[in-house]
């Protein structure tokens, strides 16, 4: 059956390794073969076995027998004004999902997706009104990157330099493929751990796991509210990990050193941009050492809200600062692509 093969794009380096040594050990060939496979995955030059051209033709046809490598394919590229390019990529059984390359200064931040849809049902995001389909497999969270970083060379948009896992799913809540994605980005492809982000609206045991981890990974958390009762209005996750167990997980991350904690912070007129909520906000933030990125909300369909009036921005910024935290103000990009958020693909299963 074809869809047990492995894929070998989801493979961290060392099972990859081992797994093809076995392979052609068993088939009496060398061992350079396997490192070289493993040039061809990671040097990321090839897409087909076919294409690894320094092996006998007999040798690409048994891995192709063996093994699947196989990137998700592209549905659709679209191109905002402002240089961001989101991919609507379509995964072996139809599924959909989206990545957008950001590009910001020196900077060429890849977004991606961990699962199709996402079950957490936060009020404010478009992802959570469309469902949760299914989670994704390390190789279609890889073979984003993968994908990406060809599409960004071929379209002189240099090289990708950090990646951020804020696309579409809750990365830990799909931990037993996010875990070895992150191996192989990092042990893999080379792209450091202080350059890629995992981003969770607060999943407990998640954020323990990622603390054990020896790389230092960087953690945002979806904060979006500073005091529980109004988080549990906004995200349904709040009642099952609540504001001080999460703020303790928080600290234990904290405390492994050399990882940087961010809040995310969704400002949504009339809804959790109230000046009272500085103060404790600036606490939470004070606590974890956590830098604090303001986001306008980006609307959607689902609900009436509104973004923060820039004033009201502008004062929590401020008023951050003034309390001694770091703070940035993150305008949402590639807005006239509905490169935020899960908006396409919503707005696809509208229309459908
Ligand atoms: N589930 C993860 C990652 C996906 S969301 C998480 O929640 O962190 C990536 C970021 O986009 C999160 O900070 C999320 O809160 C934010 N976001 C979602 N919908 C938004 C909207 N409509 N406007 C602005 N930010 C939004």
Redesign the pocket.
């Known amino acids: 059956m074809t869809s047990e093969r492995p894929n070998l794009l989801g493979m961290p380096p060392a099972e990859l390794t081992e797994l093809l040594g076995g392979h052609f050990e068993a088939r009496g060939q060398p061992r350079y073969r396997a490192a070289q496979v493993r040039e061809w995955v990671f040097g990321n030059t090839a897409r087909s076995f076919d294409e690894m051209t320094n092996l006998p033709a007999r040798e690409r046809a048994a891995l192709a027998e063996a093994f699947r490598f196989q990137e998700p394919e592209t549905d659709i590229v679209s191109l905002s004004s402002d240089g961001t390019a989101k991919h609507l990529w379509k995964l072996h059984d139809g599924e959909v999902v989206e990545s957008v390359l950001i590009p910001s200064g020196s900077r060429l931040t890849l977004c991606i997706s961990s699962q199709a849809g ?1 079950a ?1 049902r ?1 009020k ?4 959570g009104w469309s469902g949760f389909a299914r989670q994704l497999s390390a190789a279609a969270i890889v073979g984003q990157y993968r994908a990406s970083v060809r599409w960004a060379r071929e379209n002189d948009r240099g090289a990708v330099t950090n990646v951020v ?7 830990l809540a799909n931990r037993k493929a996010v875990m070895p994605a992150l191996s192989i980005l990092n042990g893999g492809y080379g792209l450091g751990a202080r350059r890629i982000t995992v ?3 607060g999943v407990i045991p998640g954020i323990e796991a990622l603390a054990r981890r020896r790389e230092q990974f960087r953690l ?1 958390l ?1 904060l ?1 509210a500073p005091v529980s009762e109004l988080r549990a209005e906004l995200i349904p996750l709040e009642k099952r990990y609540p504001l001080d167990q999460l703020m303790r997980a928080l600290e234990a991350f904290n405390r492994k050193g050399g990882r940087r904690i961010t809040f ?1 912070y ?1 400002m949504i007129r009339g809804v959790n941009d109230d000046p009272a909520l500085l103060a404790p906000l600036a606490g939470l933030a004070r606590r974890v050492q956590a830098f604090v990125n303001l ?1 306008p ?4 369909p689902y609900v009436d809200w509104k973004p923060s009036l820039r004033g009201r921005v502008n004062e929590f910024r401020d008023g951050l600062e003034d309390g001694g935290v770091p703070v940035a103000v993150r305008e ?1 990009r590639g807005r006239d692509i509905d490169a ?2 899960g908006q396409l693909r919503a707005r696809r299963q509208q229309s459908a």
């Open positions: 996402c957490l936060c404010f995001c478009a992802t896992f804020m696309g579409m799913g809750e990365p981003s969770t609206v945002a979806s979006h995310e969704t986001i909300f980006n609307p959607i949402p935020a958020c």
